[in-house]
């Protein structure tokens, strides 16, 4: 019921989508006694879209959130376990294409490397459809396909194939391999997404070690890039405004403890 309701929740507060709307009741108030209410809010509306597509919006919002959780040293112990988590391969269209189609593919691509790097660890890839249509997910195979072409054990690779968001994919995958409290498990996942998984996998008692991949940003203390490309913008700041709400959310609802959670809130 969450899940069903974050999708339908997020379709109305999408800020885009908001904008967008706002804008185009803003033009159809023009036509009626409230015109000059209308013209304000069409005009704000699309001068707020403009901004968000022109201007380093997105970076500002997003560069916190990567920088939360830094990756860790190249000459850690070994883990115990890769759990990569899902969103980094399109499987319909991987499917219908006969290729790996990555939406952020550098979560697969670590998870090879890392694979290779530690032999003995094993490999969880979890995640579900996503989508709201009833369908059987399609990615988890084709994240196992992609690992296994790539030299990876078919042996090593754990598919959870049931979860449908972030939550979902810390509890299903502790229900999988019931990790032990001295076990350490590195977690794969986009950098900007990081802390809120972060922060739900570790309540569902995995000390888990944040291993942050596909960066949109410099990082702290260098030089910030103005990108002009007004759909990277976009794109930028619509997923930065979604893990904000999305923190927001799960803090409210109590799936996660703090509100921010960073390395000083971890259990590992």
Do not use: C
């Not at 968000?52 to 970076?59: R, Y």
């Not at 990790?179 to 950098?191: E, M």
């Not at 893990?243 to 509100?259: M, N, P």
């Amino acid at each position: 019921m969450f899940y069903l309701a974050s999708k339908i929740f997020w379709i109305f507060v999408s800020p885009i989508n908001s904008l967008m709307i706002a804008a185009l009741v803003g033009v159809v108030l023009t036509s009626t006694r409230f015109a000059r209410t209308g013209r304000a809010v069409a005009v704000l509306a699309i001068l707020l879209l403009m901004a968000a597509a022109t201007l380093p919006l997105g970076d500002l919002l997003i560069a916190p959130l990567e920088d939360r959780f830094p990756p860790p040293s190249p000459d850690m112990a070994a883990p115990d376990g890769i759990i990569i988590l899902g969103g980094a391969v399109n499987g319909e269209a991987s499917r219908a294409r006969g290729q790996t189609i990555f939406d952020e593919g550098e979560r697969m691509t670590e998870a090879v490397l890392l694979a290779q790097r530690y032999p003995k660890a094993r490999i969880i890839f979890t995640g579900g459809n996503g989508l709201l249509a009833l369908e059987a997910s399609t990615e988890a195979p084709e994240a196992k396909r992609f690992l296994t072409e790539f030299g990876v054990d078919p042996a090593r690779i754990t598919l959870e194939r049931k979860s449908l968001n972030t939550d979902e994919n810390a509890r299903f995958t502790a229900e999988l391999v019931y990790p032990g409290r001295a076990q350490r498990w590195l977690l794969v996942t986009s950098a900007y997404h990081m802390t809120r998984s972060m922060a739900l996998f570790e309540k569902a008692e995995f000390n888990v070690i944040a291993y942050p991949v596909a960066y949109r940003t410099m990082g702290a203390g260098e030089h910030r890039q103005w990108d002009f490309d007004p759909a990277r913008n976009l794109r930028t700041f619509e997923l930065a405004m979604h893990e904000w709400i999305g923190l927001v959310a799960y803090w409210v609802t109590g799936r996660i403890q703090h509100l921010f959670p960073g390395p000083a809130d971890s259990i590992a």
